[in-house]
């Protein structure tokens, strides 16, 4: 089964551009990556997600490399608001389930 | 378009007693997943249903069980709880098939004491 990994933590400052890596070297070819996030004990909100192709929508862009062994998730331009735990993960083409890491949190500066 | 929604939001039970979860997906998602969150073992999947019918299941014992109605809500149940059992959990639905998009609900954070 694909895993992730994620740095525990990383610090931005705010206005700056957010780069958050993940390593998922073991990815099969049909499965895909999903970034979430969760603030504070909320429920995880969705981000963005890719196969191949690297992605953007109005929240983030999604970069993958062309092995898929690693992938970034960028945030332009964050804000206070981007605080929160990161969620990088892989989509098992097995039964469908998201096997959820241990995240980055990631704290914006003022 | 509403999104999920989870009740209760919070709940205390004591050890040995047993407790229902609900949860409303957003409108037209036919697959419902619950996950449990804890700090120590962050977020596991319980099970997926889809039309009624469990799809998918994660490694939790027999005292968690759910369904689901043919309107598309869900329910947990968690009979003779444990300490352990005290954690977030959250419901997420999806349009049709686990691989589409889930979206949470805020969860029902439930204490045991």
């Known amino acids: 089964d694909a895993k992730t990994t994620q740095p525990p933590s990383m610090d931005c400052a705010e206005g700056r551009a957010a780069n958050l890596p993940c390593n998922h070297s073991t990815i099969s070819g049909n499965e895909y990556v999903y970034w979430y996030r969760q603030i504070h004990s909320q429920g995880p909100q969705y981000i963005i997600h890719?196969?191949?192709?690297?992605e953007t929508n109005e929240m983030a862009s999604l970069i993958i490399t062309e092995d898929r062994k690693s992938s970034t998730l960028i945030l332009p331009h964050a804000t206070l608001r981007d605080t929160a735990v990161y969620y990088c993960i892989v989509l098992m083409s097995s039964n469908y389930q998201l096997i959820w890491g241990a995240g980055t949190k990631l704290i914006i500066k003022p | 378009k509403a999104g999920v929604t989870q009740t209760p939001r919070y709940l205390i039970k004591t050890r040995g007693q047993q407790v229902t979860l609900s949860c409303s997906p957003i409108s037209g998602h036919r697959s419902v997943s619950w996950y449990q969150q804890t700090p120590g073992q962050g977020l596991q999947f319980l099970f997926e249903?889809?039309?009624?019918?469990?799809?998918n299941k994660g490694n939790f014992p027999g005292r968690f069980s759910g369904r689901q109605f043919s309107n598309s809500r869900s329910e947990m149940n968690v009979s003779t709880l444990e300490l352990g059992d005290s954690a977030l959990y959250l419901c997420?639905?999806?349009?049709?098939?686990?691989?589409?998009?889930?979206?949470f609900g805020p969860g029902t954070r439930l204490t045991v004491l």
């Open positions: 997420a639905s999806s349009l049709d098939v686990m691989v589409d998009t889930q979206y």
């Open positions: 890719g196969l191949k192709n690297n």
């Open positions: 249903y889809f039309s009624e019918t469990q799809r």
